[in-house]
C-alpha cells in the first residue's frame, strides 16, 4: 500500500537559473526515484524548476551537493546551482560568509555577500577549437559557437541538432554567443537534460568567458556575461596552458518554501 509522504523543500533562483532545493543530511529523500524528480520540477504539475538539489552531509567539507536535471537523472557540475545551495546553506546556518562544499567534480570554495555568491570554478587544462566553435568541460560539457542575431534564434531548435547532431546520446550544453563590448558577452544556452533554453547556465557562462579569451575575441580575464535571467560576471587567471583561479559572481535568490506531498 502506498503512503502519503511530505519534503520540505526550498525553491532558490540564480539568474533566472531555478532550482528545488531539499535538505537531505537525513538521508531521507529517495534519490533513486527518478520519477519524483521530475514530477517535482515540472512546472505545470509540479513546483517546477530547472533541477533539484541535496544539501547532504560531507566528512571533508561543509556540505556536499548533489545534482539533478529536470529529467530525474543525476547531472555534471550546475553552476548557478552551486551558488544557489551556498545561499542555502547560509540560511540554515551552516556557513558564515565563506564555504567548502562537495560536488560531483570535486571540491568548490565559495564566498557570500548579502545576495551575491562568488563559487570558484573547477580548472579548464583544453580547450578544443575547430573554427565554427569551442568545446571545453567547466565541471560539465559546453558548445560555444559564435553567432549574429542572437534574439532572434530558435535556441531549442538550432541547440537541439548540435546537442544531439554532434555529440550524440551523451550530449553538451551548447551556448549561442553575441559580443557586446570588448569584455561583455550576450549568451544563450540550451541544456542537456533540461532539453530546452534555460534563462542562465553558470558552467556555461564561465564557458562562455574562457572560449572568448582563448579565441582573442577579448583581452580581459574579467568578463560580464548578459544572460536572459540576469547578469554575471567570470574572473580567471591564464597559467601556461591551463586556465585556473576561475570565479564566477551573481546573485542567488530566495523564491519561496513549502511542502511536497507524495506516494511512496
Known amino acids: 500500500m502506498n503512503q502519503e509522504r511530505s519534503l520540505h523543500f526550498h525553491k532558490y533562483q540564480g539568474t533566472g537559473n531555478d532550482f528545488v532545493l531539499i535538505d537531505n543530511r537525513k538521508g531521507i529523500f529517495p534519490k533513486k526515484d527518478v520519477r519524483l524528480i521530475r514530477d517535482i520540477c515540472d512546472r505545470r504539475f509540479g513546483i517546477g524548476a530547472d533541477g533539484l538539489i541535496l544539501l547532504e552531509n560531507d566528512d571533508l567539507a561543509d556540505f556536499k551537493m548533489v545534482y539533478y536535471n529536470s529529467d530525474g537523472n543525476e547531472s555534471t557540475m550546475c553552476g548557478n546551482g552551486g551558488r544557489c545551495i551556498v545561499a542555502f546553506a547560509k540560511e540554515l546556518d551552516l556557513i558564515g560568509d565563506k564555504t567548502t562544499f562537495n560536488a560531483i567534480d570535486g571540491m568548490h570554495e565559495a564566498e557570500i555577500n548579502g545576495t551575491d555568491v562568488t563559487l570558484k570554478m ?3 587544462d583544453a580547450v578544443r577549437e575547430t573554427g565554427k566553435y569551442y568545446f571545453l568541460d567547466t565541471g560539465s560539457p559546453h558548445h560555444v559557437q559564435l553567432v549574429d542575431n542572437l ?12 546537442r544531439y547532431g554532434i555529440y550524440g546520446q551523451k550530449g553538451s550544453n551548447i551556448n549561442f554567443v553575441e559580443q557586446a563590448a570588448k569584455d561583455s558577452f550576450k549568451v544563450r544556452t540550451y541544456e542537456r537534460g533540461v532539453e530546452g533554453e534555460t534563462l542562465s547556465c553558470g558552467t556555461g557562462v564561465t564557458a562562455v568567458a574562457i572560449a572568448m579569451f582563448h579565441g582573442g575575441k577579448t583581452a580581459s580575464t574579467s568578463v560580464s556575461i548578459e544572460t536572459r535571467g540576469g547578469r554575471l560576471r567570470v574572473g580567471f587567471e591564464k597559467s601556461g596552458a591551463d586556465y585556473v583561479s576561475i570565479w564566477l559572481s551573481g546573485p542567488a535568490k530566495h523564491v519561496f518554501k513549502g511542502e511536497w506531498e507524495y506516494q511512496s
Do not use: S
Not at 151 to 162: F, N, P, Q, W, Y
Open 151 to 162: 534574439d532572434r534564434l530558435d535556441v531549442k531548435i538550432e541547440g537541439a541538432k548540435l
Open 122 to 124: 573547477i580548472d579548464v
